[in-house]
């Protein structure tokens, strides 16, 4: 990890005072930077080392007699929903990981107050309104949530906060604000701090590039939603973390690119999550099981692809299963070959992983999945589609298949070709769990975490004998 060069990050904002206005004024231009990665510190190697948490409250934290001698500091992880999808999911995790060496409080909304000790993690749960009693503005400003958020930050009188999930009705937007009084950071999941909602519409739209001047799905809307968050964005005090390059490019068309910037992969608990032991259920003698998992029916994680797709080939694999985690549409449940799962306790995803031949995700728009990352690390072969951070997360040939979103013929050609080979599917499989290995441990997330936050003490000894990518790919050979 390399520390962010100051000067570099002075002249990409500058520039991006330049720009910004010029964004409203005229649409179609496009920001003016040759190498705008290199101003950002390169985004490959954006995490830098930031400086020290104060160091009268550090040394306070050492002396205090519940965390030991030399032990951490005190962070809040803020998770406006939970449970509540991958993003979720990651918030929890590394909140868990950090507590291992640091006073941590998991605080999220949810139907009921709550404070209880989970281990070493303290859970606090805020009650948020019921959904009948939240309007438009609740996204943005909701007087009672932040006024409790902010009682219980003074409460814990945390070193640090970090912000995780914000939108869905939930701490909202005016939430970020309370970076001006603590050291804030905040990873962000989606697109939603530079569109109206999470996923775009279409899910290709680059509308947020010119301002969403020229937005088709809520105009007029996505103009003031825009304005307002921006304004509520250069008012916060506040360093961006980020789980793919992709997203961190996509942010120099906003206000948080002026924003101090730090790349950071998603990390899970790798020893749940690892490949059945012996032979996997693809081979010779049990049927092949294709696992596609998804939230509550939403139609972006590219069912409407993979249906057709799985259709043709059942044609030729006439014990060919496809097994469905979340809620599918209606209907789905009926046709033959079709296994519902529902919705699967997490803490029962590691057997749906085992259980299955080959994982594949068409999603029409995402960042970097966590169910794509719980199943490279089960040893399961993917398929998905190359769109937002995806990319960055499977290499084409060498951990399974990438194709165009929405191209059913394509998803077809690339599930076939897998279930076809079960050699292919062991090798790609065994070298996925090896990239996972490498890219997404949690332990790896929490220590680059600690790093930003300036209070690492050095990587850990299952941190320093992890190998780099290109080791793990070709199994440690050069």
């Not at 958020?149 to 909202?172: A, E, G, K, V, Y």
């Not at 092949?288 to 057709?308: C, H, Q, R, S």
């Not at 029409?364 to 966590?370: E, K, M, Q």
Request: hydrophobic share 40%; glycine share 8%; net charge positive.
């Amino acid at each position: 990890m390399r520390p962010l060069d100051r000067r570099a990050q002075e002249r990409h904002e500058s520039h991006l005072h330049r720009a910004l206005p010029d964004a409203a004024a005229h649409p179609q231009a496009r920001f003016q930077d040759p190498q705008p990665l290199r101003h950002q510190g390169e985004l490959a190697a954006v995490q830098g080392v930031l400086e020290p948490v104060r160091r009268h409250r550090a040394a306070q934290a050492d002396r205090d007699p519940v965390r030991g001698t030399g032990a951490g500091v005190k962070i809040a992880v803020l998770c406006g929903r939970y449970p509540y999808s991958g993003a979720g999911v990651i918030a929890r995790e590394s909140a868990e990981g950090l507590a291992r060496r640091h006073e941590v409080s998991f605080i999220h909304g949810g139907d009921v107050d709550s404070d209880r000790q989970e281990g070493a993690l303290r859970v606090i749960s805020l009650r948020l309104p019921p959904a009948e009693e939240q309007g438009v503005s609740h996204l943005y400003w909701s007087p009672a949530i932040v006024r409790q958020l902010r009682q219980t930050l003074r409460s814990l009188n945390p070193d640090l906060i970090h912000f995780h999930i914000i939108q869905r009705r939930s701490f909202s937007l005016a939430s970020l604000l309370l970076s001006r009084r603590r050291r804030a950071f905040w990873t962000i999941h989606d697109q939603w701090p530079l569109c109206v909602r999470s996923v775009p519409q279409p899910p290709s739209c680059e509308g947020m590039k010119r301002f969403c001047l020229f937005c088709t799905a809520w105009p007029g809307f996505s103009v003031a939603n825009k304005v307002l968050k921006e304004a509520v964005f250069a008012a916060s005090r506040l360093e961006v973390v980020v789980p793919s390059r992709w997203l961190g490019n996509l942010l120099r068309y906003s206000f948080l690119g002026r924003k101090r910037l730090h790349l950071i992969y998603n990390g899970i608990d790798l020893d749940r999550f690892r490949p059945a032991e012996g032979e996997g259920s693809g081979t010779a003698g049990s049927p092949p099981t294709i696992l596609y998992v998804a939230g509550p029916n939403n139609p972006t994680k590219g069912i409407a692809d993979l249906w057709p797709a799985f259709l043709r080939l059942r044609e030729r694999y006439a014990g060919l299963r496809l097994r469905v985690v979340g809620d599918p549409p209606d209907g789905f449940a009926d046709q033959e070959g079709v296994e519902i799962a529902g919705r699967v306790p997490r803490e029962a995803m590691p057997d749906e992983y085992r259980r299955a031949s080959l994982f594949v995700l068409p999603t029409l728009s995402d960042n970097t999945p966590v169910t794509l990352m719980e199943a490279m690390a089960s040893g399961l072969p993917v398929v998905a589609t190359a769109v937002g951070g995806i990319p960055e997360l499977v290499v084409p040939g060498v951990t399974g298949r990438l194709v165009p979103p929405g191209d059913m013929p394509a998803l077809a050609a690339a599930m076939e070709g897998l279930l076809a080979d079960p050699e292919a599917r062991r090798r790609m499989g065994t070298t996925g769990r090896k990239v996972a290995e490498t890219k997404f441990g949690r332990q790896r997330m929490v220590s680059e975490l600690e790093e930003i936050y300036g209070v690492a003490r050095g990587r850990t000894e299952e941190t320093a004998t992890l190998p780099t990518l290109p080791e793990a790919i070709c199994g440690g050979q050069r």
